[in-house]
């Protein structure tokens, strides 16, 4: 099938979607707001959320269930584009926030939370999930809660660590969960047509470079994981850092570490204090989408590029959110996008 067969419907739905996204003016305002009413009642009469607060009030849901619900939607529109390998791709793009969902919910076991009020604040795809919520929910501890994944994938990859020291059993689970995702998405990227694989290839991989560096800062700093057992857990497939380099970042102390990395393409993950290094990762890749954006033509990319700026829009809509619960200053610290004023 031709590329405008292919990519023609859900380029162009993806392109509409983008163009109703928030500019950066909205977020001025909203992240200006004081009250949590005000933001809401702007979300509702100026921007693309406005079909959204009929669902809100019907469901008694949360503000944070309503922005995600609403990228969860340009997500399934997207997914019945597409056939085969590409719905395939789609599939497991939608397997990330269900990884997401498990993460949240293994956290609040760990931290003795009620895993109920948790799973009420979950969105997932009507489309692809098939994790029994209600049932991981009523788990009382981890080893329970792995149990009763045992009918999925994710089970295999979890049981092996449900005996393992309570203060590094989050970062072992949590980081097999990412492989098995990268893993599961790299194969469907090998599946799609030459062009539409070699850039998605590059995506995936600055994605891999940007996670590895965080993981292995992490687990050295905070967990006090090995470096041969780093190493067994970064991601493959990166684009600029190799087997022999991760190898060697992985085994060098993190003065060294810190100075490789801010000799090479990411400096910018350690530009800024240490708390802001996910959003440095977000950032960049944010800050990357218009390039591809501007060499694709008709491919998997467009799609691809709206996904990531409707999850990075949802980020930063939260985070705003948080900052305004808790009257956090300086919001604009916290989000992936800069503010540079239009004129």
Same mark, same amino acid.
């Given at each position: 099938?031709?590329? =405008?067969?292919?990519?023609?419907a859900a380029?162009?739905?993806?392109?509409?979607?983008?163009?109703?996204m &928030?500019? +950066?003016?909205?977020?001025?305002? #909203?992240?200006?707001?004081? @009250?949590?009413?005000?933001?809401?009642?702007?979300?509702?009469?100026?921007?693309?959320?406005?079909?959204?607060?009929?669902?809100?009030?019907?469901?008694?849901?949360?503000?944070?269930?309503?922005?995600?619900s609403?990228?969860?939607?340009n997500?399934e529109? #997207?997914?019945?584009?597409?056939i085969?390998?590409?719905r395939?791709?789609?599939k497991?793009?939608?397997?990330?926030?269900? +990884?997401e969902?498990?993460?949240?919910?293994?956290?609040a076991?760990?931290?003795n939370?009620? +895993?109920?009020?948790?799973?009420?604040?979950?969105?997932?795809?009507?489309?692809?999930?098939?994790?029994?919520y209600?049932?991981?929910?009523?788990?009382?501890?981890?080893?329970?809660?792995?149990?009763? #994944?045992?009918?999925?994938?994710?089970?295999s990859?979890?049981? %092996?660590? $449900?005996?393992e020291?309570p203060?590094? /059993?989050?970062?072992?689970?949590?980081?097999? *969960?990412?492989?098995?995702?990268?893993?599961?998405?790299?194969?469907?990227?090998?599946?799609?047509e030459k062009?539409d694989?070699?850039?998605? &290839?590059? *995506?995936?991989?600055?994605?891999?470079?940007?996670?590895?560096?965080?993981?292995?800062?992490?687990?050295?700093?905070?967990?006090?994981?090995? @470096?041969?057992e *780093?190493?067994?857990?970064? *991601? %493959?497939?990166?684009?600029?850092?190799?087997?022999r380099?991760l190898?060697?970042?992985?085994?060098?102390?993190l003065?060294?570490?810190?100075? #490789? +990395?801010? @000799?090479?393409?990411?400096?910018?993950?350690?530009q800024?204090?240490?708390?802001?290094?996910?959003?440095?990762?977000?950032?960049?890749l944010?800050?990357?989408?218009? $390039?591809?954006?501007?060499?694709?033509?008709?491919?998997?990319?467009?799609?691809?590029?709206?996904?990531?700026?409707?999850?990075y829009?949802?980020?930063?809509?939260?985070? /705003?959110?948080?900052?305004?619960?808790?009257?956090?200053?300086?919001?604009?610290?916290?989000? =992936?996008?800069?503010?540079?004023?239009?004129?």
């Amino acid at each position: 099938m031709d590329k =405008v067969g292919i990519h023609g419907a859900a380029s162009t739905k993806s392109m509409a979607i983008m163009g109703g996204m &928030l500019k +950066v003016d909205d977020f001025i305002k #909203l992240a200006g707001m004081e @009250s949590l009413d005000e933001f809401e009642n702007y979300l509702m009469k100026n921007t693309c959320y406005s079909p959204e607060f009929n669902d809100l009030n019907e469901k008694n849901k949360n503000i944070e269930y309503l922005i995600k619900s609403h990228m969860y939607k340009n997500y399934e529109k #997207l997914y019945h584009f597409y056939i085969d390998e590409y719905r395939f791709f789609f599939k497991s793009l939608l397997m990330r926030y269900e +990884v997401e969902n498990i993460k949240l919910m293994l956290r609040a076991i760990a931290r003795n939370e009620d +895993v109920q009020n948790i799973k009420d604040r979950l969105v997932y795809s009507e489309v692809f999930s098939t994790i029994d919520y209600d049932g991981l929910s009523e788990a009382s501890d981890i080893k329970e809660f792995v149990g009763r #994944l045992k009918n999925t994938g994710y089970y295999s990859q979890l049981i %092996n660590y $449900v005996d393992e020291n309570p203060s590094k /059993i989050l970062f072992y689970m949590e980081m097999v *969960l990412d492989r098995l995702y990268f893993r599961q998405l790299y194969d469907s990227i090998c599946n799609l047509e030459k062009n539409d694989k070699k850039m998605t &290839l590059e *995506l995936y991989g600055i994605n891999v470079d940007l996670l590895n560096i965080q993981w292995i800062y992490r687990g050295r700093k905070f967990f006090g994981i090995s @470096s041969e057992e *780093l190493f067994n857990f970064t *991601l %493959n497939n990166g684009l600029k850092y190799n087997y022999r380099l991760l190898k060697d970042l992985c085994y060098m102390d993190l003065d060294k570490f810190k100075s #490789l +990395v801010m @000799s090479m393409e990411y400096k910018s993950m350690f530009q800024d204090e240490e708390y802001l290094m996910e959003r440095a990762m977000e950032r960049y890749l944010f800050e990357n989408l218009d $390039v591809y954006l501007k060499k694709s033509r008709m491919s998997i990319i467009i799609p691809i590029v709206m996904i990531f700026k409707s999850e990075y829009e949802m980020r930063d809509l939260i985070t /705003i959110i948080e900052c305004i619960r808790y009257k956090v200053a300086n919001i604009e610290d916290f989000l =992936v996008r800069r503010f540079e004023r239009s004129e």
